[in-house]
């Protein structure tokens, strides 16, 4: 199963985009024997200061076609890391071939394309600027394929 991180903003480099980078390709490493991966990241960008609404477009040509979309938002699901790698698993065993996280920009998501996700992830009850979201979000998709593969990576 196909990932894809379709987030608001450019990344420039720096440690953000090599954490980023080094988790994803954990992942990919790692997932790879299990169904998962590879991942990617497609960063959009609203030029013409359209607003949510405007970010919510890009966002929707970003997602591959007929993947299951999960909205990061504070008002999601808080999950653990087995049950989120429990809800990959569960996404690959259904037959799904991808799977497209959606992070918005600095005011989030827009409420239409949030209604449209067919699960919402929220990293608790605080607010996360969305660089870091991506950061996390790369690290707990490694973690879950750690998980799956059943290596020591995870400790409870």
């Not at 919510?56 to 076609?65: I, S």
């Not at 497209?100 to 605080?126: H, N, V």
């Not at 991506?134 to 409870?156: C, K, N």
Request: a positive charge; glycine letters at 12%.
């Amino acid at each position: 199963m196909k990932v894809t991180l379709c987030v608001v903003g450019r990344l420039r480099a720096g440690p953000e985009r090599d954490l980023i980078n080094d988790y994803l390709q954990r992942f990919d490493r790692t997932g790879r024997g299990l169904g998962l991966g590879p991942a990617s990241v497609v960063e959009v960008e609203d030029r013409k200061g359209g607003g949510k609404a405007a970010e919510a477009d890009l966002l929707r040509k970003a997602v591959p076609r007929g993947a299951v979309i999960c909205a990061l938002d504070e008002r999601g699901k808080t999950m653990s890391s087995p049950q989120f790698a429990d809800s990959l698993a569960g996404w690959r065993d259904a037959g799904r071939s991808d799977l497209a996280f959606l992070i918005g920009g600095a005011d989030g998501l827009d409420k239409a394309l949030r209604a449209q996700a067919e699960a919402r992830l929220s990293f608790g009850a605080m607010v996360w600027p969305h660089m870091l979201a991506r950061v996390m979000l790369a690290e707990q998709l490694y973690r879950a394929a750690a998980i799956l593969a059943g290596t020591p990576y995870h400790r409870v």
